[in-house]
């Protein structure tokens, strides 16, 4: 069996999940400015989750351009995070609506953390698979992706004293994904293949 | 006709079912965790038919992938199949939301049972289309396509007694799908391709 | 340019139209089966759209499947199409809700005769861009589709004396696009081939 | 890396905005046709995006046609267009249901120039990575590309005096890429390829 229609699935997926958040974003009733004013937090915690998703859909397709065959196991993985990441739209809008309120922003925190540990599970069960040689070389240490799942329960717990430190945790793992890779994607092409950006 | 299209429709009508059921998980306007709670059997809702999607995903692609043509039957049969499930939203969202009350868990295991007969529709037409020799092999006596509508039937009379059997059951059926073929795939290969995890 | 990506475009839109249209279908507040009642005359029309959306992907289909090449105006004939299609939810939620009342009853017979119009425009532009010949020999005299925008046009009228009579000649042209053309497909393979089930 | 799973990812985000869009369409409670009255600034604007969207699918398509790699880069640019569009159906649904009241018509013209700046850089960041050659040949001076910005900049400032006069704009623009280039494709054929219709 070949990774084309668990591409193609997930592709759906992860295209609905990105367009359907902007959903929360209700139009307001009055026509002023200022109508607009209560929906800039929503908007925000939108472009928030619009760039992880846009950064697991990227991460997904390179992974999945290393692999050549999947199984039961890689299968059910990959579900395993699309239903994670499938519940990024509901946390974000509690978290915009409630202009990101300690408990929302936790819960955010908290689905970025199951969902980091099922692309870390999904990345095992490839490796399993292809005999951990040649996405195994891919991921080297893979620093990413032991940083992130750390600094995400830090950003959990913080959000229950200062929630604007998790907001800025979340925005600096988004840019450590997005910022480097491309520069190192310049200078060395292909190291790291995996993940970058 | 060849099968890439029909693919590709119950990809996306398939991707589209398991996401927007997300939707009925409201954002709750207050932000304490207990605001959370009465979402619980929601979410728990949700992730049954997370799961039972995925399983049809899985068995449909698994089945058209022993497909060769695709003939009108086939393609009839296949639109029955997911107008039942176009229905698991629908039932998804009444049973959570009213935390697993008899008839809307009655109603839940119906659809599951109206979507199990699709599905041997479907079998039975590419079966007639292909002569009954690879799918008909690949098949096998096919015990738990025949045991899940017994236990689904089972379930619907269970929901007007005590409900909670109901939810055991559907959970057993999902857990036979999941669990044994998985062992099975990696011990026999290719035995029971069609409907394999 | 050929035909892959508007195909799976329009794929997308079908899966998406046929798939949102169950969200109409709220899940009621009381857990009777009395309380699914009321929801019958929704249903009911989602299953008339559906099989319509089914109806059109399947025709669709057939007849992309007999063009090579894509030009500006096929494109635009498509998305004019799709359209008109993108509306059937709209009167399918209105018509269902107000249970088959006269003017949503018109309204769906209008939008459905705007789609039939859209797809003889779209059938044009295809024959024009490939000479006239396959699709031509194809489509034949197209009497189905001669008569469909008839037949809708009388239930319009209907509508405002008794909807139900409107309801019936629905029924009707889709049981006529459903049922002759497999019975043909069975004895004759591939004459009528672009509009067939 | 290839393009095909990067218009595949698109292709599934602008199916869906096209069509969520139609869920701001929403069937009034009563049955005459005057309860249809209101919805009628609703379907212009739905119709004006509709075709909007269009014409970017369109464009994007070409576009993406003449590119043969993907990097990191071009990417990031494609989701950075993609968050902009999928803003469309927000402001579109404000516009419709306020009557193309002056903010709503502004914020739409807003949306409209930040989609034609993200496209812009994606045109750049496709040119950067393969040689400005052949894209560079195919824009060729890109009159449409540049006037359009400037067009949506004074609709915008014509918005707070009369909001007719951007509502002009606004379909004026749509019809210069919708109309001339059919034409110049008749003659020309491949001049300026790369944003034809």
Redesign the interface.
């Known amino acids: 069996?070949n990774t084309t229609?668990l591409?193609?699935?997930s592709?759906?997926?992860?295209?609905?999940?990105?367009?359907?958040m902007?959903?929360?974003?209700r139009?307001?009733h009055e026509?002023?400015?200022m109508?607009?004013r209560p929906l800039l937090p929503v908007l925000l915690s939108y472009?928030l989750s619009?760039?992880y998703i846009?950064i697991y859909?990227?991460n997904h397709?390179h992974m999945l351009?290393a692999a050549q065959r999947v199984?039961?196991?890689i299968?059910?993985a990959n579900?395993h995070l699309?239903?994670w990441l499938?519940?990024v739209?509901?946390a974000t809008?509690?978290m915009g609506?409630?202009h990101f309120?300690?408990?929302?922003t936790a819960?955010y925190g908290t689905i970025l953390f199951m969902a980091a540990v099922a692309y870390w599970i999904l990345q095992r069960a490839i490796m399993t698979e292809h005999g951990n040689d040649l996405l195994t070389k891919a991921v080297g240490i893979d620093l990413k992706g032991k940083l992130s799942p750390v600094l995400y329960a830090l950003a959990i717990l913080a959000a229950f004293f200062y929630s604007w430190i998790s907001q800025v945790i979340y925005v600096a793992v988004a840019l450590i994904w997005?910022l480097p890779?491309?520069r190192i994607?310049l200078v060395m092409q292909d190291e790291d293949g995996s993940r970058?950006?």
Not at 101 to 104: D, E, F, G, L
Request: avoid cysteine.
């Open positions: 069996m229609r591409e193609a699935f592709d759906g997926v992860l295209a609905i999940i990105i367009t359907i902007v959903l929360e974003l139009a307001p026509t002023s400015i109508a607009l472009l619009f760039v846009g859909w990227n397709h351009h199984n039961g196991g299968m059910w579900l699309l239903f499938s519940l739209p509901f809008g509690w609506e409630n309120a300690a408990v929302p819960l997005l890779d491309r994607e970058q950006m």
